[in-house]
Nanobody
Framework: QVRLVESGGGLVQPGGSLRLSCVAS????????MGWFRQAPGKPREFVAS???????NYADSVKGRFTISRDNAKNTVYLQMNSLKPEDTAVYYC????????WGQGTQVTVSS
């Protein structure tokens, strides 16, 4: 059974940093691409970043230069390091495979506010 569990969110001031984690189970993690998505209140879910099994990365323009996606195949975990956070980064963050969507996890709330 596929399961995605996100963690690491919280309340942070503008300019601050957070590191999100997502543990995947029920898949051959090392073979799959993974990504991060986010959904702000009243807005559709949007793509944030992705990383392939070959560790090629891609980012939404809004987060380039501030966010870094990485993975640890030994831990079945994908990370999102978020620096220089802005209020507009406030959202619930989710992980998933951008090319083969799995059931969504519960997400982790990120709130950027002073």
């Amino acid at each position: 059974q596929v399961r995605l569990v996100e963690s690491g969110g919280g309340l942070v001031q503008p300019g601050g940093s957070l590191r999100l984690s997502c543990v995947a189970s029920g898949i051959i993690f090392s073979r799959d691409a993974m990504g991060w998505f986010r959904q702000a209140p009243g807005k559709p879910r949007e793509f944030v970043a992705s990383i392939t099994s070959g560790v090629s990365t891609n980012y939404a323009d809004s987060v380039k230069g501030r966010f870094t996606i990485s993975r640890d195949n030994a831990k079945n975990t994908v990370y999102l390091q978020m620096n220089s956070l802005k209020p507009e980064d406030t959202a619930v963050y989710y992980c998933n495979n951008p090319w083969a969507m799995m059931p969504w996890g519960q997400g982790t709330q990120v709130t950027v506010s002073s």
